[in-house]
């Protein structure tokens, strides 16, 4: 396979991925299969950083993985499998923690953020170290791309700058990646609090369309989103955060141009734009949750996908983790 590679992973949650998840990030691992060799991956060994009961951690891990095939993502067409069941993410990322300066790691504002948060009790080692662990998903795969959002750039340049170090000092290695910051990637905001992010973790339950809502609620969500008291609908994110976002998420589920949707307003209310976005969002999830149920309630087809999809990943990691150890002296 030619193609340009890709590595993408996502953690497992006990919640659904909500909107923001499928239209920032999800949707591209749909589109990218289709042009690259893609590797995705649940990535369970992160999620553990913070504490996790085991049974919820198998559950989220499966209910992630029939939400991404819900989603579009094609065992047939990528590789998508479990971080855990490919133990070389774990060896490779020792290596790693061995080559990273503690200043430098120390560097990352995701794990200052994240720190600072749950304070230095409640921070685990491996939360410290997580990027480092990404480091390892990724080179493992030789993968070229990284597609992933504004938040992660950092860690990619992290990643490039150990794969550098790693070549440097035993000879070339690994594939240095580039980032893929898709630049119409959308962003979605909070519904009852457009200045922030819609987030798993920040904000209230009505200001989240998560993608296993019941079709009524999420129809709910979009139609008390907070606007302004202004009547145009128009594309400002300064002026109008609130009636920017919905036309962001209209846009991006439907494939029609802002511009093009700004005349389709032209002289009508925000209610028209609410109630046409909640039939649309509607729309979208109905499906979507069928086929999620479908996977969980056949979890043997669902463990079979994902074994198989271990499997291939397997076959490309453990090649280059033995030339990796080969190289290091093991
Ligand atoms: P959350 O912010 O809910 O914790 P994650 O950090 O787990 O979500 O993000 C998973 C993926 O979804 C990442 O690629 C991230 O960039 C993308 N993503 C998360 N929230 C949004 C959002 N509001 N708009 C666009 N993309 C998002
Ligand atoms: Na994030």
């Not at 009790?121 to 990404?134: A, K, M, N, W």
């Amino acid at each position: 396979d030619r193609r340009p590679r890709v590595f993408s992973g996502i953690q497992p949650t006990a919640g659904s991925f909500h909107l923001g998840n499928y239209l920032g990030a999800l949707r591209q691992w749909v589109d990218l299969q289709n042009s690259h060799d893609a590797f995705y991956a649940v990535v369970d060994l992160h999620a553990i950083t913070i504490p996790q009961e085991p049974e919820g951690l198998r559950r989220s891990t499966r209910f992630a993985a029939a939400q991404l095939l819900a989603a579009g993502v094609d065992p047939e067409r990528c590789t998508l499998f479990v971080q855990s069941h490919v133990p070389e993410h774990a060896q490779l990322a020792w290596v790693m923690n061995c080559l990273t300066g503690f200043g430098e790691a120390s560097r990352m504002t995701q794990f200052k953020d994240k720190s600072a948060r749950q304070g230095s009790d409640g921070t685990s080692v491996g939360l410290f170290t997580y990027p480092v662990l990404q480091i390892a998903d990724i080179l493992l795969y030789h993968a070229d791309r990284v597609p992933v959002g504004e938040d992660q750039r950092q860690h990619i340049e992290i990643t490039r700058d150990l794969a550098l170090r790693f070549n440097g000092r035993y000879g070339d290695t690994f594939t240095v990646p580039e980032p893929y910051i898709l630049k119409d990637t959308a962003k979605i905001y909070d519904l009852q609090d457009p200045s922030i992010k819609m987030s798993k973790s920040a904000s209230s339950p009505k200001g989240i369309v998560n993608l296993l809502d019941e079709p009524k609620a999420a129809a709910k969500k979009i139609k008390s989103a907070v606007t302004d008291t202004g009547t145009e609908i128009r594309f400002d994110e300064t002026e109008k955060p609130g009636v920017s976002n919905l036309l962001t998420i209209h846009s991006t589920l439907t494939g029609t141009g802002i511009a093009e949707l700004e005349e389709k307003y032209a002289g009508k209310g925000y209610g028209a734009l609410k109630t046409d976005l909640a039939d649309i969002v509607v729309a979208w999830v109905e499906p979507f949750r069928a086929r999620t149920q479908e996977y969980l309630d056949d979890t043997e087809t669902l463990d079979a996908i994902l074994a198989k999809g271990a499997e291939k990943a397997r076959a490309v990691a453990a090649e280059t983790l033995a030339v990796a150890y080969d190289k290091v002296g093991f």
